[in-house]
């Protein structure tokens, strides 16, 4: 048999059955339709709701070094959404503490440590305890300005992609920190 031969005879067989069994045809087509309204009617109730994309801030992984990655939970730990991209969502970035005073400190005593052999210079002795002293004199003038780079990322970010007056910015990066309350 052809196949419009059956696809006509197929037809014929359920139109002479809906014809005969008319309740059910009328349920089978209005089933669907009163689920569609149902649906057409919440959505008219309720249009959507328009959220902006959401950025968050960059965190630090255990591999990119635990101090960077205590960094990044305690800066980040209320987990704020931004509109805008923010500096740390390219890749490789983990963030502006790469040349913090307290990053530096470390980076200056891992490499005094672990390179003993290969860089034993007098200066790099100096400029560690140079810096401890300053941190131990300055425990209570240290500004939160102290431990960021200027024009790096969390600083740069502040500046431009916060929507707070120039005013605002420059009180919270001049805020003092007490090391021994941190």
Same mark, same amino acid.
């Given at each position: ?6 696809? /006509? !005879? ?7 059955? @809906?014809?005969? $069994?008319?309740?059910? !045809?009328? &349920? ?9 309204? &149902?649906? &057409?009617s919440?959505? !008219?109730s ?5 959220? %902006?994309?959401? %950025?968050?801030? #960059? ?11 205590? $960094? /990044?939970? &305690? ?7 931004? @509109? ?5 969502e390219?890749?490789? *970035?983990? /963030? ?5 005073? *307290?990053? @530096?400190?470390?980076? +200056? ?5 672990l ?9 790099? *002795? ?9 941190? /131990? ?12 780079? +200027? #024009? ?7 500046? %431009? ?8 910015? %420059?009180?919270?990066?001049?805020a ?5 309350? *941190?």
């Open positions: 048999m052809a196949f419009w031969t059956q696809l /006509g !005879l197929l037809l014929w067989k359920n139109f002479t059955y @809906r014809r005969r $069994q008319t309740f059910q !045809l009328l &349920i089978e087509v209005a089933w669907p339709l009163f689920i569609f309204f &149902i649906l &057409i919440v959505r !008219l309720y249009p959507p709701y328009e959220q %902006h994309e959401c %950025h968050f801030p #960059n965190k630090a992984m255990p591999s990119a070094g635990t101090l960077p990655w205590i $960094q /990044g939970i &305690i800066c980040n730990a209320n987990n704020p959404c931004f @509109r805008y991209p923010t500096p740390g390219s890749p490789g *970035v983990v /963030g502006n503490f790469n040349a913090s005073i *307290v990053s @530096r400190l470390f980076s +200056d005593a891992k490499r005094l440590l390179y003993s052999q290969q860089d034993t210079s007098i200066k790099d *002795v100096q400029k560690v305890l140079s810096k401890l002293q300053k941190l /131990g004199k300055s425990g209570s003038d240290l500004k939160l300005q102290d431990f960021l780079v +200027d #024009n790096e990322t969390f600083s740069d970010f502040l500046h %431009h992609n916060v929507s707070m007056p120039p005013f605002t910015v %420059h009180q919270l990066l001049n003092k920190v007490n090391l021994q309350q *941190v």
